[in-house]
C-alpha cells in the first residue's frame, strides 16, 4: 500500500500547488481570473546576480494602480507557462481575486526554475557588506524593489504563506523594504529543534521527518524540481514500520541511500548548537515597520511553535509595531482548505475559516495596502476558545487578565489545585519499554495525523506506561489561556528518559454516543530529558537520583466545561510521532539496537516535590 508522502506529510502549500498545476477548474472564479488578469513570467535580479522566476498576474484594468500581493515558496509557482493560469489567486478568499491586486508568486532560489543554490531555513545574516551576502531577507528586499519600480503599482506589497512560505513571510519583515507595508506569517516555520515540524525539545517528530524530508529532501531533478514521489511502505502501518525500521541509523541506509543531505543534518545536529541557532530568526525581528499578523492554529500538527514565539519576539523587539495575533481552533493551514468546523471528532460549531478569511484576512490586506474598510479596529489578538467554541479580543496575548494556577499531582491519580501535603506517599512509577513504546493514536496510520491534536486519549489512559492524574468533575468552567508549564520531578533507572505531558479533556459519560466520556487532547508536549539543564549542554541521570525536569507546553485557550474532568497524562514514549529514547546516555543516532532498554521511570508527588501543570486562568 502507498504512504501518499506528498499529501499526507508536506505542508498544505505544497498540495494547493500541486492542484493549481493542472489546467484551471471551469468555475467562476477561474474563468474570472483568465478574464480579467494577464499573466507574465519574470527572472529577477538579485543583488548577487542570481535570478529568481516569479509569475505576476496583474489586472487588466489600468484604470488604477494595484497593491502586490507576494507569495515566495520552495514547492514552485506552477503553472508554468504564461498561457496557464492558477485556478486561484491569492489568500483563501474569492474577495481578493474580485477587489483587485497584483499577484506575484517566486520560487525561493534553487527551487522550482530559480537559480542559486536552495537551503533549508536559509539562516539571517545581519552583517552584509558585499553583493554576495544575501539571505532570504535580502532576496525579498531586492524582489520588492523590483516589483515597486517595474509594475504598476501603488506602491505598497503586502506578504502572506502558510508553512515554510510562512517563514519567508517573516523573514521579509526583517530590514524590510519601505514598500511592504503589510505580512502574515501563516503557521511560519521558525524553530526546527525546540517545536517546529522536525524536533519538539530535541525529540525528533520521526514520522513527519520522514515522510517530509523522503519527498522534499531529495536532490533537483532535470526539470529543476524534487523527484517527488511516494514511498512505498508495504503497509498502512507506520507503528510496525518504523518499530521494524529499527534504530534511527537504520533509516538512511534503508531507503535514503545518503540522498537526503537534510536528513543527515538532522541526525547529526542532535543538540541545538550553531547550526539551530543560526536557523533562529527571532533575535532579528526587531523594529519591524509592516504591520504584521500572525496565524496560527491550535491544533496545528506541524507548527504550533513558530506562531506564538514569532509574534511573542516581535511584541518584545519591537515595541509599538503593529503586531497581531490570530489562533483559530485549526489544523495546519486548516482556515485555507477547510471550513475550520471540526477536527476529527471535536466539533467547533461553526465556520471558522469564513469567519477567518471575511472578517479578519481580508480586512486587515484591504486596509494596508489600499486604505480601505475597517481593517484598522482589528484587536491584538483575535482568538478562538475551544470548548466555548467562541471568538474573543484580547489587547494583548496573553491576555493580561489571565493568573497562574497550578494543579498538582496527588495519590490514587488525584489531580487538583491543592499542594501535596506532608505523610502522602511519595511517588508513582512505571515500566517505560521503547520496544513496546506508547502509540500517538488509537488507530492505525502511516502518517502524522493530523487529527491525533484532538484524538481520544483512553486508548493510552489503559496502559500500564502511563499515568494518569484527573479532577472531579468541574462545578463551574474552568477557563485557560496562555502557555502551559509542566514540573516533573522523576527518576530512571536508566541514563536518559523522554517525558510526555498531556493536557486532556474528559468529557462526561452523558455526552452522546461518540464523545460521552471522550478524553480530548487539549495540548501534550515530549521533552528529552538530558536537555533538562539545557538544550546545548545534555547531562545523563544518575539512575535513581531524582531530578527536575521543567518545562512549557504551547499555548491554548480552552474552557474545560461544567461537569468536564481535567486530566494529565504522563508517558516516556509518543510512537512513531516521536523517535524512541533508548533510555541510555548517548547520541541517538548512533544506538544499535541492543542500546534500547527497559526503565523504571518514578515521578515524586511531596510537598519537597510536588509534580504539577501550570496553567493561565480567566477564573
Known amino acids: 500500500m502507498r504512504a501518499l508522502f506528498v499529501l499526507a506529510a508536506l505542508p498544505l502549500i505544497l498540495a494547493a500547488q500541486r492542484q493549481q498545476a493542472a489546467a484551471p477548474a471551469p468555475d467562476s472564479t477561474a474563468t474570472y481570473i483568465r478574464e480579467h488578469y494577464t499573466k507574465r513570467e519574470v527572472l529577477i535580479p538579485m543583488r ?31 503553472p508554468y507557462g504564461s498561457e496557464n493560469y492558477r485556478s486561484s489567486l491569492g489568500p483563501a478568499s474569492e474577495k481578493f481575486v474580485r477587489e483587485g491586486f497584483i499577484f506575484a508568486y517566486q520560487d525561493v532560489r534553487g527551487k522550482g526554475k530559480s537559480e542559486g543554490t536552495y537551503a533549508n531555513v536559509r539562516p539571517h545574516n545581519p552583517e552584509k557588506r558585499t553583493p554576495k551576502d544575501i539571505d532570504e531577507a535580502s532576496d525579498t528586499y531586492d524582489t520588492i524593489d523590483w516589483l515597486v519600480k517595474n509594475l504598476a503599482t501603488n506602491g505598497s506589497v503586502g506578504m502572506y504563506g502558510i508553512s515554510y512560505p510562512g517563514f519567508y513571510a517573516a523573514m521579509g519583515a526583517i530590514d524590510s523594504h519601505p514598500a511592504l507595508k503589510a505580512t502574515s506569517p501563516q503557521a511560519p516555520v521558525l524553530n526546527w529543534f525546540l517545536g517546529d515540524d522536525f524536533r519538539h525539545n530535541g525529540v525528533l517528530f520521526l514520522a513527519h521527518a520522514f515522510n517530509f524530508m523522503g519527498a522534499f529532501g531529495r536532490p533537483r531533478n532535470a526539470d529543476g524540481n524534487a523527484a517527488w514521489r511516494s514511498f512505498d511502505m508495504g503497509t498502512p502501518d507506520g507503528y510496525d514500520f518504523h518499530l521494524r525500521t529499527g534504530a534511527l541509523a537504520n533509516y538512511d541506509e534503508k531507503y535514503f541511500k545518503g540522498q537526503i543531505e537534510f536528513w543527515k543534518e538532522l541526525m547529526e545536529n542532535d543538540t541545538y ?9 527571532r533575535p532579528y525581528v526587531k523594529n519591524v515597520k509592516p504591520a504584521m499578523m500572525t ?36 489544523s495546519h493551514g486548516g482556515w485555507a482548505r477547510s471550513d475550520g468546523s471540526k477536527l476529527g471528532n471535536v466539533n467547533f460549531g461553526q465556520n471558522t475559516s469564513k469567519f477567518y478569511q471575511d472578517e479578519i484576512e481580508y480586512p486587515f490586506f484591504l486596509f494596508y495596502l489600499k486604505g480601505k474598510g475597517e481593517g484598522a479596529k482589528l484587536p491584538e489578538a ?48 512505571y515500566l517505560s519499554d521503547p520496544k513496546k513504546p506508547v502509540p500517538f493514536t488509537p488507530y492505525i496510520t502511516n502518517r502524522m495525523d493530523y487529527n491525533y491534536m484532538t484524538d481520544d486519549q483512553r486508548f493510552a489512559a489503559g496502559r500500564p506506561d502511563v499515568l494518569v492524574y484527573e479532577t472531579e468533575p468541574l462545578e463551574e468552567d474552568f477557563r485557560i489561556a496562555g502557555p502551559l508549564k509542566a514540573t516533573l520531578y522523576v527518576s530512571t533507572t536508566g541514563t536518559d528518559s523522554d517525558w510526555v505531558v498531556k493536557l486532556v479533556d474528559v468529557f462526561p459519560g452523558d455526552a452522546g454516543a461518540t464523545m460521552g466520556g471522550y478524553q480530548m487532547l487539549v495540548r501534550g508536549e515530549p521533552f528529552r530529558g538530558k536537555f533538562r539543564k539545557g538544550f546545548d549542554k545534555p547531562e545523563a541521570f544518575v539512575p535513581g537520583r531524582m531530578e527536575k525536569v521543567e518545562f512549557e507546553l504551547p499555548d491554548v485557550m480552552h474552557s474545560f466545561r461544567r461537569g468536564h474532568r481535567i486530566m494529565v497524562q504522563v508517558q516516556s514514549s509518543w510512537y512513531p510521532l516521536a523517535d524512541r529514547n533508548p533510555q541510555k546516555f548517548m547520541r541517538i543516532n548512533e544506538a544499535k539496537s541492543e542500546d534500547y532498554v527497559k526503565a523504571t521511570q518514578r515521578v515524586y508527588r511531596t510537598p519537597q516535590a510536588a509534580s504539577s501543570v501550570t496553567v493561565l486562568t480567566l477564573q
Open 295 to 330: 496565524v496560527g492554529g491550535w491544533f496545528d500538527a506541524e507548527d504550533v511553535f513558530g506562531p506564538l514565539r514569532l509574534y511573542e519576539a516581535a511584541e518584545k523587539q519591537s515595541p509599538g509595531a503593529i503586531n497581531i495575533l490570530v489562533e483559530g481552533p485549526w
Open 48 to 78: 548577487d546576480g542570481v535570478k529568481l522566476f516569479t509569475s505576476i498576474y496583474e489586472p487588466k484594468d489600468r484604470a488604477q494602480k494595484y497593491p502586490v500581493m507576494f507569495l515566495r515558496t520552495p514547492y514552485t509557482v506552477g
Open 273 to 281: 548548537n550553531a547550526f539551530w541557532k543560526a536557523r533562529d530568526p
Open 382 to 429: 483575535y482568538v478562538f476558545e475551544t470548548g466555548r467554541n467562541e471568538w474573543n479580543k484580547f489587547d494583548a496575548w496573553p491576555p493580561k487578565a489571565a493568573k497562574a494556577k497550578t494543579l498538582y499531582f496527588h495519590p490514587a491519580g488525584k489531580l487538583d489545585l491543592n499542594a501535596p501535603v506532608a505523610g502522602a506517599d511519595g511517588f508513582d512509577e
